[in-house]
């Protein structure tokens, strides 16, 4: 087993949305009037190609670009050649996914299954296509990183983040996936099976290094995490500079755990209690760090008036340990107070590892299989009765999508020859 994708040669593949199998059959035999179709459709999309790093052509295409035609599986494709650089461009249509025999309407229905939960298993029963070859696209998607795929989205890198990881299990081993999310979108899903800091270093670090290789300027101000020691230690690792902060219903969870031995109706009122603490503090719009620094004192002291002072005490070191990373919460307005968010993201992961009972393949990729299952979390729009029905996470939050149909979108996306047109650094 392997944790990471395997080093594959240069993907410049590109697939390109030619409204009807018609329109691509006819253009075959003009190439120039091919090329011209392949323009239009990139100056629609706002996309550059990924030509070498060497080129100066400025990544589009020139009408004197080498073409040439290519025999693939049966099927007539153009391969096209930039004269600045020989970055050779294959051009795959909207109707073929690359490498696979898979039609992308068969293809569409599993993909959504898998969305659903459903085991890869069934999946594959309905689009009469065999488990493997279901995992094997999954896979294939997760070829092109998180980052990659949101910024041809025009969604700004985050500069506040939810981390977190999902325990999960890999056979009988436990293993854990770092995951950062921020507001719908899940920008990072790791595997490891260490839970310890430099594990979550390593994994959390490729988050950071696509990001700065997208924008060497990029720096995050706040993170917000559980407060588990591994988790806060690599993010001060490869964020110095940003404020960590704790997830406030996190805390509100904790302390019936601190208050061992009483009864549960005097856990539960001191638990609404220091929720109303937390909301109070949070409503002010100013000194909301040295009101909640006031109202935590008072607060223990109240815990040792009514039930003690070996309560009290325990509490009060508790927040002694905890109180820094809630300090954060409440110094930067815009930094998010809970990681609800990223929960539903973990929740969504869990229900598809748990039906499928697989991200373990022998010989397979996690790493690749994760960011696979993490596009679908991304760019597959809710359902009819959900909040954001219609909507995918990337356009709620408001990222741009190349079409209207989220099967093409993802094939779009995950096409390895397109990069996203850089933009001048934000203020
Ligand atoms: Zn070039």
């Not at 670009?65 to 004269?83: F, P």
Request: glycine share 8%; with cysteine.
């Amino acid at each position: 087993m392997t944790q990471t994708a395997k080093p594959t040669r240069e993907n410049r593949t590109i697939t390109v949305d030619f409204n009807d199998e018609a329109t691509y059959f006819a253009l075959l035999s003009d190439g120039k009037a091919f090329i011209e179709c392949i323009f239009a459709f990139l100056l629609s999309l706002g996309f550059q190609l990924h030509h070498k790093a060497s080129c100066s052509g400025g990544g589009g295409l020139t009408r004197h670009s080498h073409y040439a035609r290519v025999r693939l599986g049966g099927l007539t494709i153009w391969r096209v050649q930039c004269t600045t650089c020989k970055a050779v461009f294959t051009v795959l249509p909207h109707f073929v996914l690359r490498y696979r025999t898979m039609r992308p309407e068969v293809a569409r229905d599993a993909l959504l299954a898998t969305h659903g939960g459903l085991s890869l298993e069934w999946c594959a029963v309905i689009g009469h296509i065999s488990p493997m070859a279901l995992y094997r696209l999954v896979c294939a998607l997760g070829q092109q990183s998180l980052v990659a795929v949101l910024t041809r989205c025009a969604l700004p890198l985050p500069v506040y983040l939810l981390a977190d990881e999902k325990h999960s299990k890999c056979l009988t081993d436990k293993v854990y996936l770092p995951t950062i999310v921020s507001g719908r979108v899940l920008w990072h899903l790791g595997y490891s099976a260490s839970k310890s800091a430099v594990a979550f270093t390593a994994s959390y670090g490729a988050f950071q290094r696509a990001a700065s290789q997208q924008e060497p300027s990029y720096r995050v101000q706040g993170v917000l995490t559980d407060g588990f020691d591994s988790t806060t230690k690599s993010m001060r690792t490869l964020f110095p500079g940003a404020r960590l902060g704790y997830c406030l219903r996190h805390a509100l969870n904790k302390l019936p755990d601190k208050l061992v031995g009483l009864s549960t109706p005097v856990r539960q009122g001191l638990r609404a209690q220091f929720h109303a603490l937390l909301h109070r503090c949070r409503q002010r719009t100013s000194l909301r760090v040295v009101a909640l620094g006031q109202r935590l004192r008072r607060f223990a002291d109240h815990i040792t008036t009514t039930v003690g002072a070996e309560h009290g005490e325990r509490v009060r070191k508790w927040f002694q340990d905890k109180k820094a990373g809630w300090y954060a919460v409440l110094a930067d307005p815009k930094m998010p107070a809970m990681s609800t968010v990223l929960d539903q993201a973990h929740n969504a992961i869990d229900r598809k590892l748990f039906a499928m009972k697989g991200f373990h393949h022998p010989g397979g990729s996690q790493a690749a299989f994760l960011t696979g299952l993490a596009h679908l979390y991304n760019l597959i729009p809710y359902q009819r009765r959900a909040l954001n029905a219609g909507k995918c996470g990337v356009e709620v939050e408001g990222g741009r999508l190349p079409t209207s149909d989220w099967m093409l979108n993802l094939q779009i996306l995950t096409s390895g020859g397109y990069q996203c047109t850089p933009e001048p650094p934000h203020h």
